[in-house]
């Protein structure tokens, strides 16, 4: 069924994990398999989302280009990329199974220097003042705006929870 601009919204990685997956026998088998409920033809709660399956894929290391395309369809390289990134880097255990790849390895290590920034300067205090921004960000380099993307991962891992080192 196209969509807007011609756009076949069947192929669209969130329409195919709540509505298109659940038909697919292979599908079936590695939700099963992972402990996934697939959602069938709903657009509500949280196992309706895209981070619901790729963080099960990640954390089991089952993340690989063919079962993504199992659960999410043929566009998931394309459309699911940016939420597969950032939940590697900051939605999953720091002892993943699977090893970083290079680009994640560099985002860590700017994750884990500003995890060191935040702590030194922030010590206890749960509350990151707008003053202190800019100068926790140009602690690691000049262009301090570059890193404030860093410290808004940081800052959200850490009142989520999980703000000790990477290092670790």
């Not at 069947?10 to 996934?36: C, H, I, V």
């Not at 954390?59 to 998931?76: K, M, S, V």
């Not at 999953?92 to 995890?115: C, D, F, H, Y």
């Not at 509350?127 to 100068?135: P, R």
Request: some cysteine; proline content about 6%; charged content about 30%.
């Amino acid at each position: 069924m196209p969509g807007r601009a011609g756009r076949n919204r069947t192929r669209d990685p969130f329409y195919y994990w709540n509505n298109t997956a659940s038909m697919k026998p292979e599908a079936q088998a590695l939700a099963t398999r992972l402990g996934l409920d697939i959602p069938v033809n709903t657009i509500y709660g949280y196992k309706s989302g895209l981070i619901y399956p790729i963080r099960r894929l990640i954390i089991t290391a089952e993340d690989t280009p063919e079962n993504y395309a199992l659960l999410l369809g043929p566009l998931w390289n394309a459309k699911a990329m940016d939420i597969i990134k950032k939940t590697r880097i900051e939605g999953s255990p720091r002892r993943a199974p699977r090893e970083p790849t290079k680009e994640e390895e560099v985002e860590l290590r700017k994750i884990g220097e500003m995890q060191e920034i935040l702590a030194k300067q922030m010590g206890e205090k749960q509350k990151v003042e707008n003053k202190n921004i800019k100068e926790m960000c140009t602690k690691m380099g000049n262009d301090w705006a570059s890193n404030l993307g860093t410290l808004m991962q940081v800052v959200n891992g850490r009142n989520q929870g999980v703000g000790g080192s990477v290092k670790e």
